[in-house]
């Protein structure tokens, strides 16, 4: 069955470095999603992307957050200035023209 | 907005046995989509069940269902025959079932969760 693939599945960075989460979406799908989940809290939408623009993006996040499907099936989430509260679980999801987001593995960002 | 609120920040249950695991929700939206999502201690996201607003009947997945009071604004997960395996984080999610091609994102708004655990 395709999956949703992440890498990599740990990252540790130093405050104000800039990190690149990388996902595999499902290759069929349409929509990709970026999900954050501080330790403990509940999973928040980031953004949405949909034919190769940004289609919603939540308070969260801001100018420090871009993302890119540089080569039509990487979807890459950049954090240019890491902050200690950037801790956290980091999902991509993906969706064709069905109800169920299939979500990848997570890649678990400690910012120190 | 949408909003969810799960009031059970932690449940538990004998194996064999149901468990009910609350979940109200606020949209201002007509129609829209509810899930169910399970989070093991290894913190992958698997989706359970879902169910549309305009669904006449309640969703069913194997050992999971779904009891959706549309009045009420519940949508209510129900496991059967528990499973040690079924311990677990359960969030649950809602989206307006907007069609794709009016490019519409459909981002899931999750609660807060309830850690099930099931005693053997």
């Known amino acids: 069955e395709p999956e949703v693939t992440q890498t990599p599945s740990h990252q540790v960075t130093q405050m104000g470095q800039e990190v690149i989460l990388r996902c595999v979406p499902i290759?069929?799908?349409?929509?990709f999603y970026w999900y954050r989940q501080i330790l403990g809290q509940k999973v928040e939408f980031l953004v949405s992307?949909?034919?190769?623009?940004?289609?919603?993006k939540s308070e969260i996040f801001d100018d420090q957050f871009s993302v890119e499907r540089p080569d039509g099936s990487n979807f890459t989430l950049k954090i240019r200035s890491t902050k200690l509260e950037d801790s956290a679980m980091y999902f991509c999801?993906?969706?064709?023209?069905?109800?169920?987001?299939?979500f990848g593995p997570g890649t678990r960002l400690t910012v120190t | 907005a949408q909003k969810i609120t799960q009031t059970q920040p932690g449940m538990f249950v004998q194996e064999k046995e149901a468990v009910t695991l609350d979940c109200t929700y606020d949209?201002?939206?007509?129609?829209?989509?509810l899930f169910w999502y399970k989070q093991p201690s290894s913190g992958e996201m698997i989706f359970l069940i879902y169910?549309?607003?305009?669904?006449?009947q309640n969703a069913t997945e194997g050992r999971y269902s779904l009891n959706f009071q549309k009045a009420r604004k519940s949508a209510n997960l129900v496991i059967s025959a528990s499973q040690l395996g079924d311990s677990a984080m359960y969030f649950c999610?809602?989206?307006?079932?907007?069609?794709?091609?009016?490019?519409?994102?459909?981002?899931?708004?999750f609660g807060s969760g309830t850690q099930l655990t099931v005693l053997p």
């Open positions: 949209t201002s939206d007509p129609s829209y989509g």
């Open positions: 999801a993906s969706i064709q023209t069905g109800v169920e987001q299939y």
């Open positions: 169910q549309g607003s305009y669904d006449q």
């Open positions: 992307f949909y034919n190769n623009e940004i289609s919603e």
């Open positions: 999610a809602v989206t307006p079932p907007k069609p794709i091609s009016s490019g519409s994102a459909r981002q899931l708004t």
């Open positions: 290759s069929n799908h349409l929509y």
